[in-house]
């Protein structure tokens, strides 16, 4: 391309543009019979939303991805970027990016007629033919389609309907390329039927005047499914115009979900010490999640999005981090217990039901990290006997151990406990491992059985015996536990 710098060059290269959506086609269809990898970076989706992903495309589909927070549906979009040709040629200066050969605008119109093959012509890369919106209710046609200047257009002499006076707004600049808009459910209807009136005529209404415009976009959007079936959210007309709805979901393995945070977490901290997360951290940072997903203390609607193991992952590693800086270790291996100290970036991550409420959000975090811990920790131990280092405890044994406690001083008192060195090499801890390493792996059996309930553990004592089994609530409480609760203008509630 770089030998065509006029019209006249590019009118003598026979080159012609496509309509976007062919060029996006063509482009998959090429990718498709070389068998390249589409959607790189996007894990868990190959059999599901992919295939479905690339027949709403060959069909030339404006389409809707449907789905919870943190489900990779911006991401997807931002990787059709890719499906578009390097470059395209353009009129130099034009806000809606006028093909030379077939302006749209009257200022481009003009040039080409007066400047011939003379004119020059500039070439304008896919990166700048993307286009994304989040919809708010207070985002206006102006916003998304333009605005006309009244008194401009008077001073000039100018029909009113003349596009010279327009200001455009997004979706005009969005002109021969890709326009998403997120959370299309918020947008006004009025808005809606905006967007719709110029895919569908090519023209719209701007404060009572008729202004045309042919403008060639693929429209791609994402929504709440709730959201988006919720009668009356979505105007009709422009539901009809999207073509395929795609449903995307949540990782559906623990080793898909291990993957995708793996990919998108901030360990590796090349500034500093070396990192190795083992990988029974992993798991648990990742069941906490899909603990959360089906917890009924947590709203279903709004979702539990796949940012919560993210941002997770990295405050367990800060806080090992911070371990090994004060305690002069040579590397970073996060524990099991660092995962408590990041509650910070899990309590905000989910929305709470009545119940979860009651709890308090910092508690049904621990609660969800605990029983993460113990789904991970029975299913590697499972039918291994705890048994000695469990009587060790119950004989009066106390290990006081924090998370900010050296690896060093966690090995010479897990010493005195015996059998717990097994089991932390049951945990997948090599015989020569480092300190950091093998403190690791005591931390994570110690914290197995606590969610277990076999051994306890508390802030000042550090690990201990289990608690006496709780006293068995008289017939009178019972009662009372069973009654049920009605709040008014919800629906029922239970306490339990
Ligand atoms: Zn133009």
Same mark, same amino acid.
């Not at 917890?295 to 709004?302: P, T």
């Given at each position: 391309m770089a030998a065509i710098h006029t019209l006249g060059d590019l009118r003598r290269s026979g080159r012609r543009s496509k309509p976007v959506k062919q060029e996006i086609r063509d482009n998959l269809v090429c990718k498709l019979q070389k068998g390249e990898a589409l959607?790189?970076?996007?894990?868990?989706?190959?059999?599901?939303v992919v295939p479905q992903l690339v027949n709403a495309i060959l069909s030339r589909h404006n389409f809707i991805l449907l789905g919870l927070?943190?489900?990779?549906k911006s991401r997807i979009l931002r990787a059709l970027?890719?499906?578009?040709?390097?470059e395209i040629p353009v009129v130099p200066g034009c806000e809606i990016h006028? $093909?030379? %050969?077939?302006?749209?605008?009257a200022s481009c119109k003009t040039r080409v007629a007066t400047e011939g093959d003379e004119m020059l012509i500039s070439w304008l890369p896919r990166e700048a033919r993307y286009v994304e919106k989040l919809a708010?209710?207070?985002?206006?046609i102006a916003d998304m389609v333009g605005d006309i200047d009244p008194i401009k257009a008077a001073q000039a002499g100018?029909?009113?309907? $003349?596009? %010279?006076?327009m200001h455009y707004g997004l979706l005009p600049r969005a002109n021969r390329g890709i326009f998403a808009i997120n959370?299309?459910?918020?947008?006004?209807g009025k808005i809606q039927v905006g967007l719709f009136n110029i895919l569908q005529e090519g023209d719209v209404q701007i404060k009572g005047y008729p202004i045309r415009l042919k403008l060639d976009v693929m429209l791609v959007f994402t929504a709440n499914p709730e959201d988006y079936t919720?009668?009356?959210?979505?105007?009709t007309p422009l539901k009809d115009r999207i073509g395929s709805e795609i449903r995307t979901h949540y990782p559906q393995t623990r080793s898909n979900a291990m993957a995708i945070t793996k990919q998108e977490a901030?360990?590796?901290r090349v500034d500093g010490l070396k990192v190795d997360v083992p990988d029974y951290v992993r798991e648990v940072v990742e069941e906490v999640a899909f603990q959360a997903r089906a917890?009924?203390?947590?709203?279903?609607?709004?979702g539990v999005s796949q940012r919560l193991p993210i941002t997770t992952l990295e405050l367990v590693v800060s806080n090992a981090e911070r371990r090994a800086l004060a305690n002069k270790e040579g590397m970073v291996v996060p524990r099991v217990t660092d995962i408590y100290a990041a509650l910070p970036s899990i309590t905000g991550k989910f929305e709470l039901e009545y119940e979860g409420e009651l709890r308090g959000a910092e508690n049904v975090a621990r609660d969800l990290i605990r029983s993460a811990v113990g789904n991970v920790f029975s299913g590697m131990f499972?039918?291994?006997?705890t048994r000695t280092v469990v009587e060790w405890f119950d004989l009066g044994g106390t290990l006081p151990l924090?998370?900010?406690?050296s690896a060093a001083d966690v090995i010479t008192q897990a010493?005195?406990?015996?059998g717990l060195r097994e089991l932390a090499e049951h945990?997948?801890?090599?015989?020569?491992?480092?300190a950091p390493a093998m403190a690791a792996a005591i931390d994570f059996v110690l914290e197995g059985l606590c969610a277990q309930k076999k051994i306890s553990r508390s802030d000042e004592r550090g690990y201990s015996a289990a608690?006496?089994?709780?006293r068995r609530p008289s017939r009178r409480e019972e009662q009372s536990l069973e009654d049920e609760i009605r709040i008014p203008g919800s629906k029922k509630k239970y306490y339990n």
């Open positions: 959607f790189p970076g996007i894990i868990g989706y190959d059999e599901t927070r943190g489900q990779a970027v890719d499906l578009l040709d390097a006028d $093909d030379p %050969l077939a302006p749209l605008c708010t209710p207070d985002v206006t100018l029909n009113l309907s $003349d596009e %010279l006076t959370e299309l459910p918020d947008l006004a919720a009668r009356g959210k979505i105007i901030w360990t590796d917890d009924r203390k947590i709203d279903k609607r709004s499972d039918g291994v006997d924090s998370d900010t406690t010493r005195t406990v015996q945990a997948g801890v090599a015989k020569g491992a480092s608690e006496a089994a709780p």
